[in-house]
């Protein structure tokens, strides 16, 4: 591992990113497997999509499940993590799970879950949310005290989107402990995993939590974009599929018993949720099914273990490294992950008599990116400014130096 | 055009499909620009997903919106026609434009629609729906009848979802005059057009619909799957992305004077509307960017009246041969598109002793496939079976006399 996986990847040459996290990364052999899933489809539309997806997709799914301890019949592929969430959220509401449906998460969850949860306030007269501040440092037994605080003092919560990775700042929270408190208070957990599975080790039967859902272009290698969405079978009848599909049975149909029909085949043994989010419309299937190029790319690595020490390591020292640099420091975390936060000495106030801090943000990546060729991701938070640091395996502590020189002359051009 | 055009395309050698009209076709190059830029993006995510993407997606939609006389202004890009009328639907459920909204369709809308107004309808107290039945054939005059008799006598009408082009059976319907009707009735005309761009001439300035969805993918030789939402300025307020993401400015934002902050650029001069859909979290945008190649090899072919001036002609012809050679007829229709339904001589009644219709399809479909290396869409309309034909640049009157002869033979095999 190291600058000789590069030749993995179509990263242009000589540039340093540190940055994975955001958009994820696709390694060559997943792209070409796409190509061939995508012409064999061009082959032949109507065989692929009326008769062979569905099993070759609940081969993959097979796959996925048994990576994270989850079961082919409680997993279903959507877009992305924020369609994920928006159909949980979206379910959840229509659903109406009760007559007052408090919606709560923390202030660091990820600006389109944030959204969709507002959308649904906005929009609808039984639903309110409550925003949990956090400042990070922060331990986690005071997330959890703060957590528990709010589910104790407000009864009307019954759903709690929380992060497993948060996005900025990029860290590790108690999920499995979030997932107990709720279920302690009879709230449904809906954990947002965006940054999860190929980041950290899942274990979603000991987990146990309500809804997850989790991309798989972050960190598992798969190509953008491709994300999965874990419901167990004791909450599938609560979800539906987003956008209503050729799989949904509706109310006047079941009264008629009459089934889908919609000559598209089922896979082999699915159950009614898989049914429903199996054939989402005409979508491009592709890249799910070179999901099983992105798990046998991560065996031929060393697998998954070998992976996540190697990257958890190097941004560790990492961002120690770049923390030097700057006579700075590391955002201190209860958990390590393969991202990481360096304090960028700016001066939150006297910056904004320049400009805005998103566009200073803006400014700082841009300027990095034209000038200098690499990429993080600098952010506020709680008045401090951070750079977000991400290591891959195609990443050495030497781009971490580089990042530090860059940065050392980005805050002197400021 | 004709046969020679198949080098065009990646449809097996020896495959006669004469069913494009379900899920399209790609041409080669269109394939080969979908690769470039997907490899720019790999290159360096982070500069095309937070840069270049939106001037670049921009510069598509002038094109389209050219093609159609939209303005690009109106128009967002979605990834199917399914996802466009969910957007539509679900948005008008929330906004309640009305306290009790009643949404009309036609017996003949697509599936995947039909079940969205129908999941509005299970789960939202204040929607109900009406169904108004079609049987074919039937004039023009007589569908306007049935819809203007719905909107007369019940008031609280206020969606109507129509199709321009149905799925099944593939016949263009009286959709200007439909959208004129909703206008006069004080209802919004929600036109889903899956089969409408590259198949018949749009002007929307003209027909002035308040919404509407067309598939790229389908009938313009766009990358699967690439489609547009049209919503003028008027009702833009109205609508919302979907899912919700972070170009979604939340009431709590607007009361407190804040706009989307989010680090990710917006194109130039992009109004509220393109802003909130212009970035729906981390997708494939490549498909959408590849729709210039597709506007170019139209072109090269001789244009949009060349390529539909050959396809309306040889699906008329061809139908007419294949209904010639059953002993049949084709299903006659005001307005001729690309697709024609042939009669076919099975007994509707009878046959159900042997399989169900969906079955029988099924079987059809899948034999047509394996045995004969051809594709149609065979549907029960009205107490009768047709077999749906579409014509593409690549089909000739040799491939309809083809499926008549299989039809013959599968007819025999019942």
């Known amino acids: 591992l190291g600058h000789a996986r590069l030749a993995d990847f179509d990263l242009k040459e000589g540039y340093v990113n540190l940055n994975a996290g955001s958009f994820g990364v696709c390694p060559k052999r997943v792209r070409e497997a796409y190509n061939r899933h995508s012409l064999a489809i061009e082959a032949n539309p109507d065989l692929f999509l009326r008769f062979n997806y569905a099993d070759s997709l609940a081969h993959v799914r097979r796959q996925i499940a048994d990576l994270i301890r989850s079961d082919a019949g409680e997993l279903a592929f959507v877009t992305n993590a924020t369609v994920g969430v928006n159909t949980i959220l979206r379910s959840l509401a229509s659903t109406k799970v009760a007559d007052k449906m408090g919606m709560a998460y923390f202030s660091t969850i990820y600006g389109a879950c944030g959204n969709t949860v507002e959308y649904l306030v906005d929009h609808t007269k039984h639903i309110y949310s409550q925003e949990i501040p956090l400042a990070y440092p922060i331990s986690h037994a005071d997330i959890l005290q703060k957590a528990e605080a709010l589910l104790q003092s407000d009864k009307d919560i019954n759903v709690f989107v929380f992060d497993l990775i948060s996005s900025l700042p990029g860290v590790k929270m108690p999920w499995v402990e979030l997932i107990q408190l709720c279920r302690k208070h ?3 957990s809906v954990v947002d995993a965006a940054h999860g599975i190929g980041h950290v080790p899942l274990d979603l039967q000991a987990a146990n939590p309500d809804f997850l859902v989790s991309n798989c272009h972050k960190w598992l290698y798969g190509y953008r974009s491709t994300a999965i969405l874990h419901v167990p079978s004791r909450n599938q009848h609560l979800i539906h599929a987003l956008p209503t599909g050729h799989g949904y049975l509706t109310d006047k149909k079941k009264k008629a018993g009459l089934g889908k029909l919609i000559g598209i085949a089922t896979s082999e043994g699915a159950n009614a949720f898989i049914a429903e989010f199996e054939y989402p419309g005409t ?13 046998a790319y991560r065996a031929s690595l060393g697998g998954e273990a070998c992976i996540r020490e190697y990257c958890q390591k190097l941004v560790q020292d990492g961002a120690e490294k770049v923390a030097q640099m700057l006579g700075t420091s590391v955002l ?6 393969s991202m990481a936060q360096v304090v960028l000495p700016i001066d939150w106030e006297a910056d904004q008599q320049k400009m805005t801090p998103n566009e200073r943000s803006i400014w700082l990546i841009k300027t990095a990116m034209d000038d200098y060729n690499c990429c993080f991701s600098p952010f506020v938070h709680n008045r401090m400014w951070y750079a977000r640091l991400s290591a891959q395996i195609f990443n050495e502590l030497k781009d971490f130096e580089y990042v530090g020189t860059v940065l050392t002359k980005l805050l002197k051009e400021m």
């Open 186 to 188: 009879d709230v449904y």
């Open 332 to 337: 201190q975390t209860e958990e390590g992950c």
């Open 283 to 295: 979508v491009d299937m592709a890249g799910f099914l070179a999901l099983e190029e992105s798990i």
